[in-house]
């Protein structure tokens, strides 16, 4: 592929994880990549090299997304370098890993600190790289949200309701960026993440990995690269559809099946 001809994406939080996975897939599939962190500057250094490997060219940028001339400063960066932004993947998360009985737990700053990153940061880039999506007549979007949006089970309560909130911000978001942009969200369920594993603990993690393994229709927790390749397919293929949110959990939120629904007739 020319030099020329290479998309640009912006992947936030994308120095581990799912961010990670986006990130070099895309520069698997051809695109320059800004690799973003906040305080992994080693891992974003590996991230960019793996996309290197993969042909891209990458700019590591270190922002937190809370910060809106930070976000400003980040598009302008790939526009000064490249020329354009194509894709944009709302990533960056932050959490308290707090257990829902323990009410005292979290506090307004809590709440405001997570939001700040969750669905004001998401908000923040995606004002950010509108206006050049919009002068080049194209653009997509993706936010990276979690179950707990959908069922108000995650890691905490005030995380569960910022990913109810980036939920619902993209359907609003799609009205007025349409039609030159795409913005759409992708649910995850468990994935199997360093991130998470240092919330919960070693031997917890382990243990819920195997539970919810046993327990998901599909018998599989996703990993990082299971969800990257959702995001970027939705940004590279439904070309007509937007504000859309998908579940990608291995079928959890569809329940389990009742004793009487083995074939016996009643």
């Not at 369920?189 to 031997?203: A, H, N, P, V």
């Not at 990995?209 to 299971?226: C, F, H, R, S, W």
């Not at 969800?227 to 990608?248: D, K, N, R, S, Y």
């Amino acid at each position: 592929m020319k030099k020329a001809d290479r998309k640009v994406a912006i992947v936030t939080g994308s120095a581990t994880g799912v961010g990670a996975a986006a990130a070099i897939l895309l520069a698997e599939r051809g695109c320059n990549v800004v690799v973003n962190y906040t305080r992994s500057k080693a891992e974003a250094d590996e991230t960019a090299a793996a996309c290197l490997a993969k042909g891209a060219e990458t700019i590591v940028f270190q922002a937190d997304v809370s910060d809106d001339d930070a976000c400003r400063a980040m598009a302008q960066a790939a526009i000064d370098k490249w020329g354009r932004i194509d894709y944009l993947i709302n990533n960056a998360a932050r959490t308290k890993f707090n257990p829902y009985p323990k009410l005292d737990g979290v506090s307004k700053q809590d709440f405001l600190d997570i939001y700040a990153v969750n669905v004001v940061g998401a908000y923040q880039m995606i004002r950010a790289v509108t206006p050049i999506m919009k002068k080049q007549g194209f653009g997509a979007i993706v936010n990276d949200s979690s179950i707990g949006g959908v069922t108000g089970i995650a890691s905490s309560i005030p995380y569960a309701a910022s990913k109810a909130a980036l939920n619902l911000m993209a359907k609003s978001l799609a009205h007025v960026l349409a039609p030159e942009i795409r913005i759409n969200t992708v649910v995850p369920g468990m994935i199997q993440t360093r991130w998470l594993k240092g919330g919960m603990g070693d031997e917890q993690y382990a243990a819920m990995i195997k539970t919810m393994g046993d327990q998901l229709p599909l018998k599989k927790v996703a990993t990082a690269e299971d969800i990257a390749g959702v995001l970027v397919w939705f940004l590279e293929g439904p070309h007509l559809i937007t504000g859309e949110t998908l579940i990608v959990d291995s079928g959890i939120h569809i329940g389990t099946l009742p004793p009487y629904s083995s074939g016996d007739s009643y």
